[in-house]
């Protein structure tokens, strides 16, 4: 199983970046994916996740980082707009085999979630 991230880098607060993730080794449509970001000093945290039971997004992200997946490409996507300062972290790309774990939604807790990528930085300049 591979997972690799891109598309990290510098960008100014209110600006935009999109990352990528490239998913290899395992059937791509039968599991949820979700991007989790991990600043120095916080624990890592859930920011969206995608699956058959529709996208989940954490409150501090809602209405500006959207997912999205490729299932031919077998990439998944996290667009963000109107960076913060706070949103500056090391973003993992993760794949959850747990689509139904929840009656409603898809999984989104850190231990929902089965296989990581390496991660991709992003910081946000004044």
């Known amino acids: 199983v591979q997972l690799v991230e891109s598309g990290g880098g510098l960008v100014q607060a209110g600006g935009s970046l999109r990352l990528s993730c490239a998913a290899s080794g395992f059937i791509f449509g039968d599991y949820a994916m979700g991007w989790f970001r991990q600043a120095p000093g916080k624990e890592r945290e859930g920011v969206a996740s995608i699956g058959d039971m529709g996208t989940y997004y954490s409150d501090s992200v809602k209405g500006r980082f959207t997912i999205s997946r490729d299932h031919a490409k077998k990439m998944v996507y996290l667009q963000m707009n109107s960076l913060k300062f706070e949103d500056a972290a090391v973003y993992y790309c993760?794949?959850?085999?747990?689509?139904?774990?929840?009656?409603?939604?898809?999984?989104?807790?850190?231990?929902?979630?089965?296989?990581w990528g390496q991660g991709t930085q992003v910081t946000v300049s004044s």
């Open positions: 993760a794949a959850s085999g747990q689509q139904y774990y929840h009656a409603r939604g898809p999984p989104y807790r850190r231990s929902e979630f089965d296989y």
